[in-house]
């Protein structure tokens, strides 16, 4: 839940961790929910140590 007691609408927003890690079949999955950013919390270091395998298929949003 929010701070205001509200929720995030069921499949509107994804969690996940180990995108360096993903497989073709993974990547796949990723296409087909038709996501549209990936918000990269990780440091700019381990962006350019571990790619995500993600990049092309979505805009990414790093933070770090």
């Given at each position: 839940?929010?701070?205001?007691?509200?929720?995030?609408r069921?499949g509107?927003?994804?969690?996940?961790?180990?995108?360096?890690?993903l497989?073709?079949?993974?990547l796949?999955?990723?296409?087909e929910?038709?996501?549209?950013?990936m918000?990269?919390l990780r440091?700019?270091?381990?962006?350019?140590?571990?790619?995500?395998?993600?990049?092309g298929?979505?805009k990414e949003?790093?933070?770090g």
């Amino acid at each position: 839940p929010a701070a205001d007691g509200k929720r995030v609408r069921w499949g509107l927003l994804f969690r996940a961790g180990g995108s360096p890690m993903l497989n073709d079949a993974d990547l796949a999955q990723i296409r087909e929910l038709g996501l549209k950013d990936m918000v990269d919390l990780r440091s700019s270091e381990a962006r350019v140590l571990a790619p995500t395998r993600i990049e092309g298929i979505l805009k990414e949003l790093g933070l770090g």
